[in-house]
């Protein structure tokens, strides 16, 4: 699991939230806080997710914004929050989702290469790297002859490594490797 946005800034408390819906963060409604952060909000709010930390855990899972409501003042996200949790706001460029994908396939080569590996990858991705898509899998192209094959998805499903917990994330790209056992 490799995740190309990069958290930037302080960190938040979040505040009041239902599901996916988050209404407060650091004593600010939703979208005010956005507007303080960003100005307005918009569709250009979707490249600043929010970087999710459990329990002051060194890692962090993303959380895309979605639909805004201007009468109660939350946003909706993609994905749930934990009880409690600190934020941070995080940037998006091309070289860093391409950096993350090819950490991730460095990774599932690195010790005993697969047979088979599955490619999980966040289509916000996608829509990132437009032209250059296909950087994504220059590590997998130029280091190994492993066949791969993958697809988008609107949400990933992983741990951060084997025997962790997992966790539901956005804009992520995850590797798996297979391999046959004698």
Known sequence: VQIGPVPTGEYYELGR??????????????????????????????????AIYENDAASFYLRDPLFPNEEDGSITFVGTFPARAKARLTLVSRDGVCDSAARANTAVLADDPPELILIFSCTSQRHVLGTRTNEMFTTLNEQSQTPYFGFYCYGEIAPFGIGKPTKFHNDTYIAVGLKSTP
Request: hydrophobic share 40%.
């Open 17 to 50: 939230h239902e599901k996916n819906v988050l209404f407060e963060i650091d004593g600010l409604s939703a979208m005010d806080f956005y507007r303080r952060q960003i100005g307005k909000f918009d569709i250009q709010a979707s490249q600043f997710p929010l």
